[in-house]
């Protein structure tokens, strides 16, 4: 039974910073990918940064691109994503997700999910 987990929402001032982790487990992900989305009030469930678990290839929406970074440990099975200079627009229900295979931007690629963890910027 694959779960993801995750930690580390909360609310922050606009410039702030945060980082989320997703403990992943139940399985041999060393041939998977692992992505971050977001979902805000009244709005579709949107890609934010995806890493592919064997190559470390990487992939960031344009709108966190140069504030985000995504990484992992492979020893914890766990995936980070590191968020500076929030602005609130990033407010949003943050989803951390797996899928086989390499990192795409496609939210219905990806089969496991996790519960959400909350992100509030306050400007």
């Known amino acids: 039974q694959v779960q993801l987990v995750e930690y580390g929402g909360g609310l922050v001032q606009a410039g702030g910073s945060l980082r989320l982790s997703c403990a992943a487990s139940?399985?041999?992900?060393?041939?998977?990918?692992m992505g971050w989305f977001r979902q805000a009030p009244g709005k579709e469930r949107e890609f934010v940064a995806a890493?592919?678990?064997?190559?470390?290839?990487?992939g960031y929406a344009d709108s966190v691109k140069g504030r985000f970074t995504i990484s992992k440990d492979n020893a914890k099975s766990t995936v980070y994503l590191q968020m500076n200079s929030l602005k609130p627009e990033d407010t949003a229900v943050y989803y951390c997700?797996?899928?086989?295979?390499?990192?795409?931007?496609?939210?219905?690629?990806?089969?496991?999910w996790g519960q959400g963890t909350q992100v509030t910027v306050s400007s």
């Open positions: 890493v592919s678990w064997s190559s470390g290839s990487i």
């Open positions: 997700a797996a899928k086989p295979g390499i990192w795409t931007r496609y939210v219905r690629q990806y089969d496991y």
């Open positions: 139940g399985r041999t992900f060393s041939s998977y990918a």
